[in-house]
């Protein structure tokens, strides 16, 4: 991964930490599945290689965004656009 894509998605990831912490109505149950698959990308940010499981994280990202769209249609957008970035850095 090119160093540029990597600080995109560090910074894209930091953006969605913080809008998951402002989404005071978001389910426990949606909220824990997206941190665990933004814990499993963040790793894979930091230990490329490192967690064979983190390929299904962008899939999961995306069913949740699907689910998020019309209540939390900004983070639905959030969700979106870091799922992009994945794809383009290759992961």
Known sequence: MVETETESLKQSLA???AELTHAPRLDELSRQMLRTALA??????HEPGVLPTVDAAPRRLESLAVGFEADHPALAASLRQ???LLG????
């Open 15 to 17: 953006r969605l930490h």
């Open 40 to 45: 499993d990308i963040e790793r894979l940010l």
């Open 82 to 84: 870091f799922i992009d």
């Open 88 to 91: 383009r850095a290759g992961v």
